[in-house]
């Protein structure tokens, strides 16, 4: 299910990580799905960004067999306290997805799904106030029950963090 996910909308993490503007969030060249795209397909004629599903922006699988959902924002992330259920429905979202495509069930996929929120701290106005903020105001816990993780991490932490700790 994966490979053939990645041949069809198989990019680098840093491609994937870009904004509209074009800049990248983290360094990675690694090759992940571009979960977004691939649900961009699925709905093609959703012109309302409210009418087609959210998305994580990718899913990386790893050497060891775990699953990624990493959701990239490249700047303040203070507005997590106003949008948490938009994280919520991205994952939710984009889980029902994967179970659909792998015709798996989400007690599988628990035992080794993590979100990963990778932030640029140097695009926000104050790295320490959005990493606190965003770890004080995201209840981790109401995701234990999807996910055998949740992390919040700084782009940098998360660029020298991915060979040991993800791939």
Same mark, same amino acid.
């Given at each position: ?40 397909? %699925?709905?093609? /004629? +959703?012109?309302?960004?409210? @009418?087609?599903? =959210? #998305? ?7 050497? $060891? ?51 990963? %929120?990778?932030? /640029? +701290?140097?695009?926000?106005? @104050?790295?320490? =106030? #959005? ?7 995201? $209840? ?28």
């Amino acid at each position: 299910m994966y490979s053939s996910l990645l041949a069809s909308y198989g990019k680098t993490l840093e491609d994937i990580s870009k904004d509209n503007s074009e800049n990248a969030v983290t360094t990675i060249t690694d090759k992940a799905v571009d979960f977004d795209d691939y649900i961009d397909t %699925l709905y093609p /004629n +959703s012109s309302e960004k409210h @009418s087609k599903p =959210s #998305s994580c922006d990718a899913l990386y699988y790893s050497s $060891n067999g775990n699953y990624f959902f990493i959701e990239f924002k490249n700047g303040d992330i203070n507005y997590v306290n106003s949008k948490e259920d938009n994280i919520r429905k991205k994952i939710s979202e984009s889980l029902l997805f994967l179970t659909e495509i792998s015709s798996s069930t989400i007690v599988n996929f628990k035992q080794n799904l993590t979100f990963i %929120l990778v932030y /640029n +701290s140097r695009n926000s106005k @104050s790295m320490i =106030s #959005s990493h606190i903020t965003a770890k004080a105001t995201i $209840n981790i816990d109401r995701y234990k029950y999807w996910l055998k993780d949740f992390f919040i991490q700084d782009a940098v932490d998360f660029d020298k963090d991915f060979i040991s700790k993800y791939r």
